[in-house]
């Protein structure tokens, strides 16, 4: 039986990969961490594990390497699409599998890291092309902006009342549009719309995109509703007659 320590800060991937690797009788979870400190704490705690953590934790990677060496532990990241994985096998990461990676192709990089192999994918573990994608276009097409807003911010984590306070609506209203969105992507549930928006490179991307505009409009707004907040402020005061 292989311990796995799995430490990725976006509860809905954790949530995804845990059911990945519950699929396999020779590994277990051990632990679940949000966070950097956490995961190192887990791995001085249960040596001779293999941790999967998420790279987009930053954690100090020489830091890592002496504490997975002195546990008798290995490291498997999980990179996002666009990293590259030299960095990470440069400091002793032993495996490196991307966000968007299938499940079996998960389970044979942890079984072969703990055999005492190094791995490292060559490309993004989809061979498609962003333009040979013709399903994730397929759903891209069909989703309205405001849809794409929604399945960018349930790609980040975010729960239904948070959707619904950032797009200025109701999580009734939200729940409506979930409805529809899994109607055209033919998934069930929260979790799998997020897998099966990472796995269509398209889609994605085009989440990605909407995801970071929409960060940027309210960067924006914050900023202007503090200017007028300081204007107020300074505003002088009337003359006394």
């Known amino acids: 039986m292989k311990k796995i320590i799995l430490a990725d800060s976006q509860a809905i991937f ?43 934790l930053k954690p100090d990677l020489t830091r890592l390497k002496v504490l997975l060496d002195a546990a008798g532990s290995r490291g498997v990241v999980i990179a996002e699409n666009n990293e590259a994985s030299s960095g990470y ?58 849809e794409m807003r929604i399945v960018a911010l349930i790609v980040q984590g975010c729960k239904n009342r948070e959707i619904a306070q950032r797009l200025k609506t109701t999580e009734q209203v939200i729940k409506n549009y979930l409805r529809s969105i899994y109607d055209k992507t033919g998934v069930s549930d929260r979790l799998e719309l997020a897998l099966f928006t990472i796995h269509h490179r398209v889609l994605a991307q085009a989440a990605a995109e909407v995801g970071n505009k929409l960060e940027a409009e309210e960067r924006a707004a914050a900023q202007a509703a503090a200017q007028s907040a300081s204007n107020r402020t300074h505003v002088a005061p009337p003359a006394v007659a």
């Open 14 to 56: 954790r949530a995804g990969t845990a059911k990945v690797l519950s699929m396999d009788e020779d590994l277990r979870i051990i632990a679940q961490c949000t966070d950097v400190e956490r995961m190192m704490h887990a791995i001085s705690a249960f040596p001779g594990a293999i941790v999967l953590f998420a790279g987009s």
């Open 89 to 146: 096998l440069q400091t002793g990461i032993r495996g490196v599998v991307f966000r968007n990676v299938t499940g079996p192709s998960l389970l044979e990089c942890i079984h072969r890291v703990a055999a005492g192999e190094t791995i490292a994918p060559v490309q993004a573990q989809s061979t498609e092309s962003v333009e040979d994608d013709i399903v994730g276009a397929r759903v891209r097409d069909r989703l309205t902006p405001k």
